[in-house]
């Protein structure tokens, strides 16, 4: 099976401070991605990547970054953290050429600004 | 913009009935359309892929059909269980990349015994 891990289900942090969420998934995948997810408003995407140190900003990049070093590792910064960046954050993995396109997700971390 | 709908209102249905959740979208022909399930606190999990030439296609008791005129997908859970309870989202690919998908807000059911 599949394993997405996130490094942390809860995470409070102070406005200003820099944030690291990590996802590390175990099958190999190409594709990585980051989503926040709101209510009323659904996943959205803030980058996707295809490849080690490739990457392509989503709908929502403003405010974050990401580092893709190793094949199985995908990390979302956030530079300077603020109150409307809370929120539920979720990583997942897909593999390009299957056929399927489905993706597989993470627990997710659920982040709070103070 | 590729916009995705889906009621925002629980369905709330008895045990042993027929669940109908639908996801209709605009400005877009997508190739394929999946639905996940989400439960309270946790990442979506994959059910269903559906292809653009696929009318109707059948998991257990899933069901997903998907009407590329009418613009909109039917996902059919048969004789519901309280297990079942749970948001279910459906997503579609982006038109800037085949691989990035674009979700809905999702459908909370609530199956009572």
């Known amino acids: 099976d599949v394993k997405v891990t996130q490094s942390s289900r809860y995470l409070v942090k102070r406005t200003g401070e820099k944030v690291f969420l990590e996802c590390v998934q175990d099958?190999?995948?190409?594709?990585m991605f980051w989503y926040r997810q709101d209510p009323g408003l659904g996943l959205r995407l803030i980058y996707f990547?295809?490849?080690?140190?490739?990457?392509e900003k989503g709908d929502i990049p403003e405010g974050y970054s990401v580092s893709r070093e190793k094949k199985e590792r995908f990390s979302l910064i956030l530079e300077s953290a603020s109150t409307n960046q809370t929120s539920m954050y979720l990583c997942?993995?897909?593999?390009?050429?299957?056929?399927?396109?489905?993706?597989?997700f993470g627990p997710g971390t659920r982040l709070t600004v103070t | 913009s590729q916009k995705i709908e889906q009621n925002s209102e629980a369905l709330n249905i008895q045990e042993g009935k027929t669940a109908t959740l639908t996801c209709n979208y605009t400005?877009?022909?997508?190739?394929?359309l999946q639905w996940y399930r989400q439960d309270p606190g946790r990442g979506p999990v994959f059910l269903l892929l559906?292809?653009?030439?696929?009318k109707e296609k059948r998991k257990e008791r899933l069901k997903v059909t998907f009407d590329t005129t009418l613009k909109q997908s039917l996902f059919h859970i048969t004789a519901s269980q309280p297990a079942d309870s749970a948001t279910y989202l459906c997503?579609?690919?982006?038109?800037?990349?085949?691989?990035?998908?674009?979700f809905g807000t999702g459908t909370r059911l609530l199956v009572s015994p």
């Open positions: 997942a993995s897909s593999m390009p050429g299957t056929g399927s396109y489905e993706q597989y």
């Open positions: 099958m190999d995948h190409e594709n």
């Open positions: 990547s295809y490849d080690v140190k490739m990457k």
């Open positions: 400005n877009y022909s997508p190739a394929y």
């Open positions: 559906i292809r653009e030439n696929e």
């Open positions: 997503a579609l690919p982006m038109n800037t990349g085949f691989q990035k998908l674009v």
